[in-house]
């Protein structure tokens, strides 16, 4: 690869990468867009939500991602504890949109972004990979090094990162900063002949949640299932053997996911993934900005990541095209930008934190329609994350509700212990007369 100019270089070819350079092409920009491996290659992240669909409209890709997709009306939880399984069917969300998604290999899923973003005019390098960059005035220079390990400098008006855990600027500047209260890990693995779900509930995720973590189980095509344990720290250290013998341990352990995997055999290596939320301490600087997952990451339980990385390409390339004509103008777009995405980190973070409790367990177990809390939480795992008081006033009376049952559950919990408590108080007085 020789040496190059352009207006934005776009560091990464995942969801977040590949539709700020479509985007920005199509207002006529020059785009150059570089991914350290190629196209299709394998990556976790299968289960998408309604959404994104929109976004996927506006990209001119939604027939394509249909070809490819398993239809995905809802998400069911199921619990080890109690047995029993609920459904969330996304015709239920209250801001309204698309009622189901997808669920996709991200194989075929990120080529078709990536193929889209060069079809509309940026120039796409694959196994290219940025290595260093360098800050002037109105510009900098990235290096990047191709697979044969020569180097080639890319001079940008504008630097997009979309480099995903990575985190190529946060990780340059340390400023990428771990969640500490969701601080787990993950471990998965495709299998086949899994037994499947009875008809009404076809195509929904499933997550089974287990006694220190929870289980993924997303349909993907051709009869293969995807399956991840996530789980707290103390889980994975007390894991014993590699990680195939931890999965299948976990796997053994949580009867509902036992009972439905009974048949299966699995069809792929076991990977594990460390380390989760986290976020860097601003997502812009002037002319750079981080979008997808080299800004944030969160927990992968709502299956958020793949919406948030395209609507965060989306506003990255609105900020980057606006800082192109009119600086002052583009730094206005990514505070904005900036302060959209982490309010909708904050809101699913709320749920992710509190994941665990059992008082919140017990009531996404047995969702109640009062005030419709059930409907605002269906908008949420639908990926309503915006500000839209249709569904942020269930989810408001959701989070009273739950603080009221943890108040009263404390309550009871120091009432049981009373009697102990009076026990032990007057066997110190005795001892000390
Ligand atoms: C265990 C797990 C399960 C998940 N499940 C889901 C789910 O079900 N649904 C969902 O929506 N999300 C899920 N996610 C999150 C999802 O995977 C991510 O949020 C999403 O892929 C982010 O997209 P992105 O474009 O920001 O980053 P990525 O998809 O990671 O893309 C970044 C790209 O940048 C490239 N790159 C990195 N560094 C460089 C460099 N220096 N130079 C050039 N290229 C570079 C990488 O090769 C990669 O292709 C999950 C995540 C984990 C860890």
């Not at 020569?150 to 630097?159: H, K, L, P």
């Not at 976020?279 to 793949?306: E, L, Q």
């Amino acid at each position: 690869m020789r040496d190059l100019d352009c207006d934005v270089l776009v560091i990464g070819g995942g969801p977040a990468g590949s539709t700020a350079a479509a985007l920005l092409a199509r207002r006529g920009r020059d785009v150059v867009l570089i991914e350290k491996s190629a196209h299709p290659r394998f990556h976790i992240g299968e289960s998408l939500l309604p959404r994104n669909l929109a976004l996927l409209e506006r990209l001119g890709v939604a027939e394509a991602v249909h070809a490819i997709g398993v239809f995905k009306p809802g998400a069911e939880f199921v619990s080890d504890t109690c047995g029993r399984s609920v459904a969330f069917p996304f015709r239920l969300a209250l801001a309204g949109g698309a009622a189901h998604s997808y669920q996709v290999r991200r194989s075929d899923f990120d080529k078709i972004l990536f193929d889209n973003a060069t079809s509309s005019g940026a120039r796409g390098f694959e196994r290219v990979r940025a290595t260093d960059i360098e800050r002037h005035a109105g510009h900098s220079i990235v290096t990047v090094r191709s697979e044969s390990g020569t180097n080639s400098r890319i001079t940008a008006r504008y630097v997009l990162d979309a480099s995903g855990r990575d985190s190529f600027l946060a990780a340059r500047r340390g400023n990428r900063q771990a969640d500490k209260r969701n601080n787990t890990a993950s471990v998965y693995a495709h299998y086949r002949d899994v037994a499947p779900r009875d008809a009404a509930m076809t195509g929904y995720i499933s997550i089974h949640l287990a006694q220190d973590g929870w289980f993924w189980v997303i349909p993907l095509p051709d009869g293969v299932t995807s399956v991840g344990f996530v789980g707290t720290q103390a889980a994975f250290r007390a894991r014993h053997g590699d990680n195939a013998g931890f999965l299948d341990a976990r796997i053994a352990a949580s009867p509902t996911l036992r009972a439905r995997l009974a048949g299966a055999t699995r069809c792929s290596e076991v990977t594990a993934t460390g380390n989760y939320s986290y976020r860097a301490a601003r997502s812009w600087d002037g002319n750079v900005c981080m979008i997808g997952d080299a800004f944030a990451f969160v927990d992968p339980m709502f299956s958020s990541g793949v919406l948030m990385a395209m609507t965060a390409g989306e506003l990255g390339a609105q900020t980057a095209d606006a800082w192109l004509d009119d600086p002052a103008r583009g730094r206005i777009l990514a505070a904005r930008a900036e302060r959209r995405l982490v309010a909708a980190i904050d809101r699913i973070s709320w749920l992710i934190y509190r994941i665990n409790d059992p008082v919140l367990r017990a009531l996404f177990m047995s969702p109640r329609n009062t005030l419709r809390m059930r409907d605002g939480l269906v908008s949420l795992l639908a990926g309503n994350l915006d500000r839209d008081l249709r569904s942020m006033l269930p989810v408001l009376a959701f989070k009273s509700v739950y603080r009221v049952a943890r108040g009263a559950d404390r309550l009871r919990r120091a009432w049981r212990r009373l009697p102990r408590t009076v026990a032990r108080q007057s066997d110190l007085q005795d001892r000390v007369a």
